[in-house]
């Protein structure tokens, strides 16, 4: 097994925003529902946190609180200065064009509130002993990396491709990501930024998504190889109809109603959906990580795929994934160590379906190369110089299209149009 590669927080000086994009790809959209109710006294908050318990957390914590492992959340921006969050986070930045240098402002209507909850129940430290809102991870490190949500300037695409390196870049052992592009694929930018993860052993996980909220079927990143998709149960072990999505890509449930979280100005709120079942695993996994700093990404997935409490005789299944976490288990449990990511690797996907992609239009090329040279001298384009190769002509519009029936017509044969799957291993 060899040894998880240790990774510095580096300072990071104000980052140039990029310049914004003549067509936004399409928005991102937080994957938690509305809040329930009004904001908690602060009083009661301590008490409200049933999952501490009921997936083994206080019990995993007699191992360990998750002491020196960070958790990047990718999301609306986190209020550092909130009393269960002091001292949280460690450092940070904006990939929107809209927060601060840091990522601590909160962004947008919906960002108000989001980031802080979702942060807080992954390493909230409480305003004391007993109150406030504690994280699965209570010393864990955050970084936050503040992004819009709706229409913005910068495509969220760019935005995640962004996040999610700088993430790495920067420390992170695990990225939390509460947050859903609302649809099953994504774009290839995503791929070198995934891939960035992974080949830097950093856990990543996604939430589900929320029917309730108008997703139906869980969609990217957590459609992605290799990523730890989390759904969402009820006070009672139950798949909630309202939040969380269905998709044979879950892995864990973790409670996702009747949550509470921080939000900016020092109150609490309760909630629901996936984006809060989703950092109550991310602080699961910083939990595992410190508790076996020795294993890689992959082992820390399988332990917490491995040791969850199977709701169905199959598994993983369609609705459960792999079943409830398990905090206590995942931290202590004897579990065979793996060769590689149980759910799945994004290099392989890349390498098969990139590939099978491209593959289509190559076959059409001598076809579109034909048509082109019926109506066009490449001559005006360039004379190649010695010892290189002749330069490809600039393909003019009109020629293309009263040129290339037939390369057209076999694009279409060949199947460019798919449907995103992601293989899982067992």
Same mark, same amino acid.
């Given at each position: ?18 310049a914004?994009?003549?067509v936004?790809?399409l928005?991102l959209?937080?994957a938690?529902a ?6 908690a006294?602060?009083d ?6 049933y999952?501490?318990d009921?997936y ?5 914590w007699?191992?360990t ?11 609306s921006g986190?209020d550092a200065?909130?009393p269960?969050?002091a001292g949280?986070v460690?450092? !940070?930045t ?8 840091t990522?601590?402002?909160?962004l947008?209507?919906? !960002? $108000?509130?989001?980031?802080?909850m979702?942060?807080?129940?992954a390493?909230?430290r ?7 809102v504690?994280?699965a991870? #209570?010393?864990?490190?955050?970084l936050? $990396?503040s992004?819009? @949500?709706?229409?913005t ?16 870049d920067?420390?992170?052992?695990? $990225?939390?990501?509460?947050?859903t592009?609302?649809q099953?694929d ?6 070198d *930024? @995934?891939?960035? &993860? ?7 996980i996604?939430?589900a998504?929320?029917r309730?909220? !108008?997703?139906?079927?869980v ?7 290799g ?5 969402g149960?009820?006070? @009672?072990?139950r ?8 998709g ?12 509470i979280?921080?939000?900016p100005?020092?109150?609490h709120? @309760? ?6 079942a ?8 910083a939990?595992?990580?410190?508790a076996?700093p020795?294993?890689?990404?992959a082992?820390?997935?399988?332990r917490?795929?491995s040791?969850?409490r199977p709701?169905?005789?199959?598994v ?7 079943g409830?976490?398990d905090?206590a *288990?995942?931290?202590?449990?004897d579990?065979d160590?793996v060769?590689?990511? #149980?759910?799945g ?12 992609e491209a593959?289509?239009?190559?076959a ?5 190369? &034909?048509?082109?040279?019926?109506h066009?001298?490449p ?5 190649p110089t010695?010892?290189?190769?002749p330069p490809?002509p600039?393909?003019p519009i009109?020629?293309?299209?009263t040129g ?8 279409a ?6 449907f ?7």
């Open positions: 097994m060899r040894a998880r590669p240790a990774r510095r927080l580096t300072a990071r000086p104000a980052a140039a925003l990029a914004a994009l003549a936004a790809a928005a959209v937080p938690a509305p809040p329930l109710t009004a904001p006294a602060a009661a908050v301590r008490d409200q946190q999952w501490l009921d083994g957390i206080r019990e995993a007699q191992v609180r998750g002491e020196g492992v960070v958790i990047a959340i990718l999301d986190v200065s909130h269960d969050l949280v460690l450092g !940070g904006d990939v929107s064009g809209r927060g601060n240098a990522g601590t402002l909160p947008g209507p919906v !960002g $108000i509130t989001h980031g802080t979702v942060a807080s129940l390493a909230g409480g305003s004391g002993p007993a109150s406030g504690i994280g991870a #209570p010393a864990a490190g955050i936050s $990396i992004l819009a @949500f709706g229409p300037e910068r495509s969220g695409d760019d935005q995640i491709a962004e996040g999610v390196r700088w993430a790495v920067n420390g992170a052992d695990i $990225i939390s990501l509460s947050l592009r609302n099953l994504w774009p290839a930018s995503w791929d *930024a @995934f891939l960035h &993860a992974e080949r830097n052993d950093v856990v990543v996604a939430a998504g929320n309730g909220s !108008g997703t139906e079927q969609s990217a990143p957590a459609t992605m190889p990523v730890l998709t989390v759904g149960v009820d006070r @009672f072990g798949a909630s109809g309202d939040a969380s999505s269905q044979i890509t879950i892995g864990v449930m973790a409670p996702s109603e009747a949550l979280g921080a939000i100005g020092g109150g709120r @309760f909630w629901q959906g996936t984006s809060g989703t950092p109550i695993v991310a602080g699961i996994a939990l595992v990580r410190a076996h020795e294993l890689d990404a082992n820390v997935v399988n917490i795929i040791t969850a709701v169905t005789a199959a993983p299944d369609p609705l459960y994934g792999y409830l976490v905090a *288990a995942a931290v202590s449990a579990v160590p060769a590689e990511n #149980p759910l690797s994004l290099a392989d996907w890349v390498a098969l379906n990139r590939r099978a593959e289509p239009l190559a059409a090329l001598p076809e579109l190369r &034909a048509a082109i040279g019926r066009a001298d001559a005006p384009f360039g004379m010695a010892g290189s190769a490809e600039i393909i009109a020629l293309i299209v290339v029936g037939t390369a057209l017509a076999t694009l044969a060949a199947g460019v149009l798919r995103v799957t992601r293989a899982r291993t067992e």
